[in-house]
Structure formats: C-alpha cells, structure tokens
C-alpha cells in the first residue's frame, strides 16, 4: 500500500437510513473541513457487482464502517463489510470501525443482536455468509481494545476522535517525501523536540537561532507540519519572513491583524481591537502552536504578544508552544525561550545534499567526487550555499566546472550575498565597522587580543549574538571565527566603492600595489582602514618614504608571510626609511621590513600588536616596554604584543 496512489482517502460504508441525515452527515462535514477526500459507499449502484467495491477499495486509504443499530439488517453492508475484511488480508487495505450506539460485542459476538438480525433474515444461516460474517468479525475482535476508545461519546466528541484518528493513520501510511530540504533534518528535529516536549502541559517558547541560510525556517517547518499534522485540537499558525515583510512594507501590524484574526476566527480585526479584554480572555483559553519566522527585533516580538513580553505565560492556554527562528540570539533571552542553536551541514549531510541539487542523486558519480569535494570545500556546511552552487553545476561538463570552482571565490555570488547582507544591514554603525575589520583581517584572532584592539566588548558580544561570527575554544583560549561566505560577503560590500582611493579595506595585490606606489595615497588615502598583504603571493615593490603620507584613517597594516614560509624581500623601502607612518595605527604586522627603524614621528600610544620579523628594526626602538605576552594568529606564528607605557 505505501507506493500506491490513493485516489481518495477515505472509504465509509454506512447504512443510510440509521444516520444518513445524521451522524454520517456530520462526519462527512467535519472530513471535508480536514481537506480529506471521501467515498460514501451511497455513491455506488446497489446493482453493481461487488468487483467494483474492490476497485474503490484499492484506490482509498482506508475505509470507516459505521455498525450501527439496523446495520446487519441490510444484506449490501454486510456484503461491504465481508469485501473490506476480505480486502485486508489480500492488500492490507486498513479500516476504522466505528460503534455508533452499539457495543462492539453485539457485532462480534456470535449471539449478539447482529448474530439475531441475521438469523431472522437468513432462517438457517446459510454456510456462504456465516464464512462471511466470521471473516469480517476478526479482525474487530483483534481490534477491540483500540474500539473501546470510540465507545459511548457523545456525537462531536465521537466525530472529533474519529476526525484526529483519520488524520493520523494517513499520516502514518503516506510514505515520506523524498525531499533534499529534510536531508540532515532527522538529528535537528530531535533536538528541537526534546525541548518542545509536546507531552508535556506547560506553556514554551524555543527559539531556533543561527547564520542565515543555515536551516532555521527549513527546520521550523518540518516541525510546524509534524505537530500540525498529528492533531487538530491546537490552532496553528506560520507566520513567514517577519522581517523581510516589515522591510519592504512596514506591516507589523498587518501581521499581527493577520494573525489573531486567525486564531480567533474573526475577520477584520483592527490591530487596536485586540487590547479588548474579552478577545484576551479568549487568547488565555486557546492552545496554539506558533512559528514566527525571520524575527529580528525586540520591538517585533512584543507586538507579536501583544506587548505581554514579561508574561507571555499568560497570553495563550497551558501546553501551547510557540517557534521563533532569529539570527539575533539577544531577542530570545528577552522572553525566556530555550534556545536551539541549528549549525552546518557535516560533510556527510553536505554531500548528499549537494549531491540532489548538481546531480539529482544522493551522492555525486565516483568521477564527479573531487570536483564536488572542491565545491563543498567553498560551502563550509552552508545548506544555502550547497543549494546554489549545486544547481549552479547542474548539467554542466568538467571544463565548465573547473572554470567556475577557479572563479568562484572572486565572483560575487548574489543569491548568498543577498541572505546574508540582511543579518550586515541591521547593525549600527559601530558594528558594522567592527564587523567588517574581523571578516577583513581578524578572523581566527584570539578574542581577548581583539577586545584590546577595539575597546568594546559588547560590540563584539553583540555580532556573536547576531551570528556574524563565532567564538570557538582550543588551547589558546577562546577564538573568532568567521564564516567563508561572511568574509566574501565583506569584502563585496567593501567593493562596492569602484573608486580604489575611497575604498577603506584592501587586499587585492594589483589595488595596493596601485595605491601604495602611485600619487593616490597622498591625494586620496584618507579612506584607507586596513590594507591586507600575503608577501607569499605578491610581486616586488618599492616604497617611496611618503608612501603613507595622508592615509590618516589607517587602523591595521599586514604585509605578511603564512606560518613556516621565510621568503625573500618584497617590498623594499627606500634608502632613507619612511618618513611617515599614520599615528593612527594599532596593528602592524610588516615581514621583511628593510628599514632599521621606524619613523622618528611615529608615536605607539595606539598600538595594540607589533610583528617585524625579519626585521632590521632594534627589540627597543622607542621607550615602551615590550611585554612578550605572546599569542597564537590564525597563521600560527608568535607575535610580541606592544604595549605602551
């Protein structure tokens, strides 16, 4: 049955004149509103020829038989019911008896009222239908004790049942989507569960918190349709993209409308009218099951509950739960949520989904697995980034692949950058600044060296909260880490200034080669923050002593050799030294450096972190006390931090 498709979902064999204008017309109702499809066995030609039932049963899902009082005296039901029995065993169609104003014995008991009523229709019970009324007893017998549950109730609350049954066994027999959006989902979902704890009657808040493009919505819905869909006793509601749509159209409170409209089943209600005590009281009474997703402020939250941050308790019934997804992590504390912090794919997980997109299979062909292997390398576990760089190299043949894995670090990718850029563009301006000087030049620097240099712990605690960056612990203390596609996204918004004099951060060889060697520095270097060189791939230039005349916003300058390369000079400065370096550095890192000294005029009181190896330049070249509190770089070599007097 797993791999067939059902043409309806549910079969209900009934005898009309018992609860046709009745019970079963309920029923039916209340079906219909779940969007299940129903056959009514009254559809049929009673001269049909009961080949025909077989067929409808084959292309539903189940069937529900209603005994009811004068069910067995009608010889078409029972008919229906041997058929279903005898469907059961031969294709394992499913069936939900139901009981209505009779005890299960009466039907299964060979001496019940049925046993009687088929007596008095049948005088001496012929053999063919006591084998056909045995066949179909059976299977009720084995189920009786899941029956008792439908026994007695009054008709809503019997219907209601039979409604939440119906839905959950078809849930049960349809087989999982085979969908790359639950690839790495199983792991996740459990430990969103875990702190759901659905079965539990308390009122919870969990909070899905982590980069964007990592998952978060992804695994909100899987667990919103999951609940959603084993029970119609919760309301429920999604709501999607808060951010994105009060962006484009200031419409918090168009979402807010939206929504109690919904859970109150009321229309046109103006935001004002929720604060009436009466819609309050009905809210306390409600269970629901909430996901606000994309959430990116406090302000948004507390219009989300209608202002009741301090006791959100309150504002639904016991057992509700509600499911923010943020990449603030500071707006969750505000409400008490419990907080899921949904990371990468492992490269397991990467694999495979990289695998549906570039390929359509679970994993990339054996000669396709380098190259793919390449790719992911570029992901760094981003489902985001997976998705677009698969379907990116979908189709396409080897040379197309290695022309693009060689250019895809300096291409902007604006799908990625796009997602992104919205976690960059709800900073300050402080933030924004620190941000990009550690995407730029201070990813995998030992955070304590980092608070130092900027002066302003919370900023840096503010972008670890926003998932900017991350704080990741080895023997050398606590580090910050930035994500690949983080840093690019950087140096794009960097970029985005087309005139070199005016962009504030560089690392290409060609701009500071140009910048550093031609009049622009003096005429228009003021810009100028951070220049970022690895010699290892640089050309020879020569520096003239002005070189950094002008460049008075110049916070950090690393001209530098990765860990265990000591190669030769490549960039020689000029006989007499510099005459200039900006007082307004704090980081300074020049391998190689050729002068035996720095600049009389330079003044250290900035300075954070000196490296000069391979220098000329003295241990002691102004009165500052060297403090060898050495520190580990994201390159692995020792540097003195300078500290001054």
């Known amino acids: 049955m797993d791999n067939v498709k059902w043409e309806y979902d549910v079969f209900v064999c009934f005898r009309g004149t018992d609860t046709r204008n009745g019970f079963t017309s309920h029923l039916m109702e209340a079906l219909s509103r779940e969007q299940i499809k129903v056959f009514l066995d009254d559809m049929l030609e009673k001269t049909e020829c009961i080949d025909v039932l077989i067929t409808l049963l084959r292309r539903s899902a189940l069937s529900i038989v209603i005994f009811s009082e004068n069910f067995a005296d009608s010889s078409w039901c029972l008919d229906e019911v041997a058929t279903i029995s005898q469907s059961m ?176 089943s009321e229309s046109n209600i103006n935001f004002d009218d929720l604060d009436v005590s009466y819609r309050r009281s009905r809210l306390s009474r409600l269970k629901v099951f909430l996901v606000f997703d994309d959430l990116g402020t406090l302000s948004q939250l507390e219009q989300l509950l209608l202002g009741d941050l301090l006791s959100s308790t309150h504002l639904f019934a016991a057992g509700s739960r509600i499911i923010f997804t943020t990449r603030n992590r500071m707006v969750l504390g505000n409400v008490g949520a419990r907080i899921y912090h949904v990371d990468f794919l492992d490269p397991d997980e990467s694999l495979q989904l990289f695998g549906i997109h570039a390929f359509g299979r679970c994993l990339p062909p054996d000669d396709w697995m380098e190259l793919s292997h390449r790719a992911l390398s570029y992901c760094k576990g981003s489902p985001l980034a997976i998705k677009v760089f698969g379907g990116a190299l979908s189709d396409k043949d080897k040379n197309y692949w290695l022309s693009f894995l060689g250019d895809m670090r300096q291409i902007p990718t604006p799908g990625i950058h796009d997602v992104l850029k919205r976690s960059y563009n709800a900073l300050g301006v402080e933030e924004k600044r620190f941000f990009l000087d550690i995407a730029c030049f201070f990813y995998g620097t030992v955070k304590s060296i980092l608070i130092q240099y900027y002066h302003a712990h919370y900023v840096l605690e503010n972008l670890i909260d926003k998932s900017l960056c991350i704080c990741v612990r080895d023997d050398l203390g606590e580090r910050i880490q930035v994500h690949d596609l ?137 009165k500052v006390e060297v403090c060898y509190n050495f520190f580990w770089d994201e390159f692995n070599f020792w540097n003195p931090w300078i500290l001054p007097m």
């Not at 989902?185 to 659905?198: P, T, Y």
């Not at 070189?547 to 110049?554: D, K, P, R, V, W």
């Not at 370096?581 to 000294?597: E, G, M, V």
Request: charged share 25%.
């Open 486 to 622: 983080l840093r690019e996204m950087a140096w794009s918004i960097v970029n985005e200034e087309t005139k070199l004099e005016n962009r504030t951060r560089l690392k290409n060889i060609d701009d500071i080669h140009k910048l550093l060697t031609t009049s622009l520095s003096t005429n228009g270097g003021r810009a100028t923050e951070g220049i970022y060189l690895d010699l290892s791939q640089a050309n020879e230039m020569r520096l003239e002593a002005n070189a950094f005349e002008g460049m008075t916003s110049l916070r950090f300058l690393r001209f530098f050799y990765p860990r265990n390369e000591y190669g030769t000079i490549k960039i020689h400065v000029s006989y007499g030294g510099l005459h200039i370096l900006p007082n307004s550095l704090r980081w300074l890192i020049w391998h190689k450096f050729t002068a035996k000294s720095l600049p009389s005029t330079f003044s250290p009181d900035n300075l954070v972190t000196l490296s000069l190896r391979g220098s000329p330049v003295m241990e002691r070249c102004w």
């Open 89 to 264: 065993e031969e294709f394992g169609h499913r069936v939900l008896p139901v009981f209505y104003k009779v005890d299960p014995s009466e039907v299964t008991e060979d001496f019940g009222s049925y046993a009687n009523a088929i007596e008095r229709k049948y005088g001496a019970r012929p053999p063919k239908f006591w084998k056909r009324k045995h066949r179909a007893s059976k299977p009720l017998e084995d189920r009786k004790r899941r029956l008792d549950a439908f026994l007695f109730r009054i008709d809503s609350e019997l219907i209601k049942a039979i409604v939440n049954d119906v839905l959950n066994r078809l849930v049960d027999m349809s087989p999982r989507v085979k969908s790359n959006i639950l690839i790495g989902m199983d792991a996740r979902v459990s430990g969103v569960e875990r702190l759901l704890a659905m079965n539990e009657d308390a009122f919870r808040i969990i909070g899905l918190w982590g980069m964007g493009g990592v998952g978060k919505t992804t695994l909100a819905r899987v667990c919103y349709q999951r609940y959603t869909s084993l029970t119609k006793e919760i309301k429920h509601y999604f709501v999607r993209n808060i951010n994105q749509t009060c962006e484009k159209e200031n419409g918090m409170e168009g979402i807010v409308t939206k929504l109690y409209s919904t859970l109150l």
